[in-house]
């Protein structure tokens, strides 16, 4: 039997057991949950919806209302805070034949090209405007090399055209047409995702680069003027090979 104190002494033994108890209990609930929320929050890949993300994801969700390059992760090429363009519209028409031209739709032949989704973007000085396509290859195709393809044609004394423009009605974008191309250029993604990105731009105002005679030309004049459309054409292709790549799940 236990002296008069005895009693006492046991139970706030107890009690206290009972409390490390419960806080080692508490702490393994919270490390749980932790663990549960941390599982909630991994993406797993799904290889199987990359060749089909063009025909899953909307309109809208593959040419954002606004795009830019995102500076970090913590932002997606869709945010608004990151916007440099503007989406003026989006192309009915996926024909592979009227969305490209000239090598670059001999390019994307020879590979299977299945279809051609354009938008047509302005950017944010309303200065210069640019269309936007998506080249969907067959599953498995090497789309490295449609983009191969159009990096190379950056260095090139004539640049291949690449994108028929996309004009539409009532915006910057209504006078925007073939022979107002000044720069392009391109991207390939590859791996499950069988997709090209292409890109031509121009000025909203219609001004056209530089075609200098003779010797003027022949010693970079016309390059020189073409370099920031082709930048800008190229820019842009690599934002949306960010933002394909983020759409995938």
């Known amino acids: 039997m236990p002296g008069p104190g005895g009693g006492r002494t046991a139970r706030k033994v107890f009690g206290t057991v009972l409390a490390v108890f419960g806080a080692l209990g508490m702490l393994g609930g919270g490390a749980l949950a932790q663990h549960?929320?941390?599982n909630s929050r991994q993406q797993v890949p799904n290889d199987a919806y990359g060749p089909v993300l063009w025909q899953n994801e909307g309109a809208a969700s593959l040419f954002p209302a606004t795009i830019g390059e995102p500076p970090d992760y913590r932002f997606q090429a869709s945010d608004r805070k990151v916007a440099q363009w503007s989406r003026m519209g989006i192309s009915e028409d996926t024909s592979c034949d009227k969305g490209l031209s000239g090598k670059t739709r001999e390019t994307?032949?020879?590979l299977g090209c299945k279809a051609v989704l354009r938008a047509t973007y302005v950017d944010l000085t309303g200065e210069m405007v640019a269309?936007?396509?998506?080249?969907?290859?067959?599953?498995g195709t090497p789309a490295q090399e449609l983009g191969e393809?159009?990096?190379?044609?950056?260095?090139?004394?004539?640049?291949?055209?690449?994108?028929?423009?996309?004009?539409?009605?009532g915006t910057l974008a209504a006078k925007w047409q073939s022979d107002r191309r000044n720069g392009m250029g391109g991207t390939g993604l590859g791996g499950d995702l069988p997709y090209a990105i292409a890109v031509t731009?121009?000025?909203v105002d219609g001004?056209?680069?530089?075609?200098?005679?003779?010797?003027?030309?022949d010693y970079g004049g016309n390059e020189e003027d073409r370099q920031p459309w082709m930048d800008a054409a190229k820019a842009l292709s690599d934002t949306f090979h960010t933002h394909i790549q983020n759409l995938e799940r």
């Open 36 to 38: 549960a929320y941390g």
């Open 108 to 110: 994307a032949r020879k």
């Open 131 to 139: 269309t936007v396509a998506i080249v969907v290859l067959p599953k």
């Open 149 to 169: 393809y159009l990096d190379e044609q950056s260095t090139a004394d004539v640049p291949d055209a690449a994108v028929v423009p996309l004009q539409v009605p």
């Open 201 to 203: 731009t121009g000025a």
């Open 207 to 217: 001004r056209r680069t530089s075609n200098l005679p003779g010797d003027f030309g």
